[in-house]
């Protein structure tokens, strides 16, 4: 279909369906206030300014049009005479253009919320300025009526755009908002109050009304809570309906004047609970987000770092075993090619070097042997962790040097995990190095125990302690943390009357893990 076809089409059906509606609320606002001019102020003020802000500039003259023929037929059946009230359109036709030229630069909800129901204000002072010098009318009851009228209707109108503007974009891209419009529960909701509220009107009385405030603010406060904005919204329309009931049913609200001050009070309340609420809840989900978004970031780190270990241990055992089979037996076969040179050396000299020989092949050999005992130590492949360590308290000999060493071994069995294994036995090497070279410690206290999923390492010491400036990158313990840290645990560092540090690592398999 050409596009000016396709215009003149949606012109045509938003000027029969515009004139409808806008006869439909002109009829309700004559039927509360007996006045024509007022009338038109009141809930169709709503309707037009909301289609103004929020449909094409080029159907503003559809909307004028409709006006015109509107106001035409009504003064003919003499029931509109004022042919000043056709300046009324002009006006929310400036007010439209003003919001509008800010309206597409704030794309959030409550921002354009915040400007509908400032478009409202604007449109209502505009009226009361023109058509209090022009009309017989008050400035209260203009200025009430035109603000009530907006506040009622340019929010609701609001709700069903965005409600046919989602689902428009739902059937051509299959796409849908996270906070839906005009939700079946919601719609429930609203129809149980409006049921309860003019239920309720066969039992009030004039000189009661007040308790209508219950049945007005408590589905305004609840709906607000549970939907948000939009719960705010209708339930604003809902407490104008019941009120609405209410003075016709009873004679409670007498006064137009205090009636439309009521309506537009609750709805103002609603609606204002409504986008806060919202607006927190919006809060509350992009936190969320943007926390699930860092725990998968740090997870993604953490098995990254992980990774990183393993890898490392892979290469230490490579290392080690090529040094086990190639470089070691290298340096056997000179010990033993050094030691027939020297038995079958001519002269002296010749003897002597092949002593020197052997004597560097045997240092070579203790370096090669303690390298392999760093990169991989043999007592965990041939003894259990707990042994294992004890051995490694023994090759200190703190006995020896005056140092008393407590050990405490509680853990139930060993860690499956062979890095984690592995890890434990490198820290507490680490920390009983550092402890032998630099704290002066006389007593030292090792503790290994099982807390849920957790292997918590206590190592202590009656030292020196660690000073400031060593505390990071220091004394090996930048390499103890970034390797804690890698497996998913934690540590903590206290130097008061000495060192103490707990470490705690986290008990699963990878498998586990993965799982």
């Given at each position: 279909?050409?596009?000016?076809?396709?215009?003149?089409?949606?012109?045509?059906?938003?000027?029969?369906?515009?004139?409808?509606?806008?006869?439909?609320?002109?009829?309700?606002?004559?039927?509360?206030?007996?006045?024509?001019?007022?009338?038109?102020?009141?809930?169709?003020?709503?309707?037009?300014?909301?289609?103004?802000?929020?449909?094409?500039?080029?159907?503003?003259?559809?909307?004028?049009?409709?006006?015109?023929?509107?106001?035409?037929?009504?003064?003919?059946?003499?029931?509109?005479?004022?042919?000043?009230?056709?300046?009324?359109?002009?006006?929310?036709?400036?007010?439209?253009?003003?919001?509008?030229?800010?309206?597409?630069?704030?794309?959030?909800?409550?921002?354009?919320?915040?400007?509908?129901?400032?478009?409202?204000?604007?449109?209502?002072?505009?009226?009361?300025?023109?058509?209090?010098?022009?009309?017989?009318?008050?400035?209260?009851?203009?200025?009430?009526?035109?603000?009530?009228?907006?506040?009622?209707?340019?929010?609701?109108?609001?709700?069903?755009?965005?409600?046919?503007?989602?689902?428009?974009?739902?059937?051509?891209?299959?796409?849908?908002?996270?906070?839906?419009?005009?939700?079946?529960?919601?719609?429930?909701?609203?129809?149980?109050?409006?049921?309860?509220?003019?239920?309720?009107?066969?039992?009030?009385?004039?000189?009661?009304?007040?308790?209508?405030?219950?049945?007005?603010?408590?589905?305004?406060?609840?709906?607000?809570?549970?939907?948000?904005?939009?719960?705010?919204?209708?339930?604003?329309?809902?407490g104008s309906l019941i009120i609405t009931f209410a003075r016709q049913f009873n004679g409670a609200f007498?006064?137009?004047?205090?009636?439309?001050?009521?309506?537009?009070?609750?709805?103002?309340?609603?609606?204002?609970?409504?986008?806060?609420?919202?607006?927190?809840?919006?809060?509350?989900?992009?936190?969320?987000?943007?926390?699930?978004?860092?725990?998968?970031?740090?997870?993604?780190?953490?098995?990254?770092?992980?990774?990183?270990?393993?890898?490392?241990?892979?290469?230490?055992?490579?290392?080690?075993?090529?040094?086990?089979?190639?470089?070691?037996?290298?340096?056997?076969?000179?010990?033993?090619?050094?030691?027939?040179?020297?038995?079958?050396?001519?002269?002296?000299?010749?003897?002597?070097?092949?002593?020197?020989?052997?004597?560097?092949?045997?240092?070579?050999?203790?370096?090669?042997?303690?390298?392999?005992?760093?990169?991989?130590?043999?007592?965990?492949?041939?003894?259990?962790?707990?042994?294992?360590?004890?051995?490694?308290?023994?090759e200190f000999a703190f006995g020896e040097n005056g140092i008393q060493c407590e050990f405490h071994y509680?853990?139930?069995?060993?860690?499956?995990?062979?890095?984690?294994?592995?890890?434990?036995?490198?820290?507490?090497?680490?920390?009983?190095?550092?402890?032998?070279?630099?704290?002066?410690?006389?007593?030292?206290?090792?503790?290994?125990?099982?807390?849920?999923?957790?292997?918590?390492?206590?190592?202590?010491?009656?030292?020196?302690?660690?000073?400031?400036?060593?505390?990071?990158?220091?004394?090996?313990?930048?390499?103890?943390?970034?390797?804690?840290?890698?497996?998913?645990?934690?540590?903590?560092?206290?130097?008061?009357?000495?060192?103490?540090?707990?470490?705690?690592?986290?008990?699963?398999?990878?498998?586990?893990?993965?799982?």
């Amino acid at each position: 279909m050409r596009r000016g076809a396709r215009l003149l089409l949606q012109s045509v059906f938003l000027l029969f369906t515009y004139s409808l509606t806008w006869i439909g609320l002109w009829i309700i606002g004559f039927y509360l206030s007996q006045n024509s001019v007022l009338s038109a102020f009141f809930l169709p003020e709503g309707l037009r300014l909301a289609l103004m802000i929020l449909l094409w500039r080029r159907f503003w003259p559809t909307l004028l049009l409709a006006e015109l023929l509107l106001n035409i037929w009504l003064a003919q059946e003499q029931l509109l005479s004022q042919p000043v009230i056709l300046l009324s359109p002009l006006l929310s036709l400036i007010t439209a253009f003003i919001i509008q030229t800010t309206w597409w630069r704030y794309t959030l909800y409550w921002q354009r919320l915040l400007l509908l129901i400032a478009g409202v204000g604007i449109n209502s002072l505009l009226h009361t300025l023109v058509f209090s010098l022009l009309t017989p009318l008050s400035v209260t009851q203009i200025f009430l009526t035109t603000l009530t009228g907006g506040i009622l209707l340019t929010p609701f109108v609001y709700l069903i755009y965005e409600y046919l503007h989602e689902q428009h974009f739902r059937l051509i891209l299959d796409y849908g908002t996270p906070d839906p419009q005009l939700r079946t529960s919601l719609l429930m909701w609203c129809f149980l109050f409006c049921l309860a509220g003019l239920s309720a009107q066969l039992f009030f009385t004039p000189e009661i009304e007040r308790l209508l405030v219950l049945l007005v603010f408590i589905p305004n406060v609840f709906m607000a809570y549970r939907y948000g904005w939009q719960g705010g919204v209708l339930s604003a329309l809902l407490g104008s309906l019941i009120i609405t009931f209410a003075r016709q049913f009873n004679g409670a609200f007498a006064d137009l004047q205090e009636l439309q001050m009521f309506m537009s009070t609750q709805a103002l309340i609603g609606i204002g609970l409504g986008i806060a609420i919202s607006r927190q809840q919006q809060l509350s989900r992009n936190l969320q987000r943007y926390r699930e978004r860092l725990e998968q970031e740090l997870q993604a780190r953490r098995d990254l770092m992980q990774q990183l270990v393993h890898t490392e241990e892979d290469v230490k055992k490579a290392i080690a075993r090529e040094l086990h089979d190639e470089i070691g037996q290298n340096i056997t076969a000179i010990q033993i090619q050094s030691m027939l040179v020297r038995k079958t050396a001519p002269d002296p000299q010749s003897s002597r070097a092949a002593a020197q020989i052997n004597e560097l092949a045997q240092k070579i050999h203790q370096s090669t042997r303690q390298l392999l005992r760093e990169l991989r130590p043999p007592v965990l492949s041939e003894m259990s962790l707990e042994n294992a360590l004890r051995h490694l308290i023994t090759e200190f000999a703190f006995g020896e040097n005056g140092i008393q060493c407590e050990f405490h071994y509680e853990l139930k069995q060993p860690p499956e995990n062979e890095t984690v294994l592995f890890t434990l036995y490198r820290l507490v090497q680490e920390l009983l190095n550092n402890i032998s070279k630099h704290a002066g410690a006389t007593h030292i206290l090792i503790i290994l125990r099982q807390q849920r999923d957790t292997i918590q390492l206590h190592v202590s010491d009656n030292g020196i302690g660690i000073p400031e400036s060593k505390r990071r990158g220091g004394f090996g313990l930048r390499g103890i943390e970034e390797r804690v840290r890698a497996l998913g645990g934690d540590w903590t560092l206290t130097t008061t009357g000495g060192t103490r540090i707990i470490v705690n690592l986290p008990t699963f398999s990878d498998e586990n893990h993965e799982n």
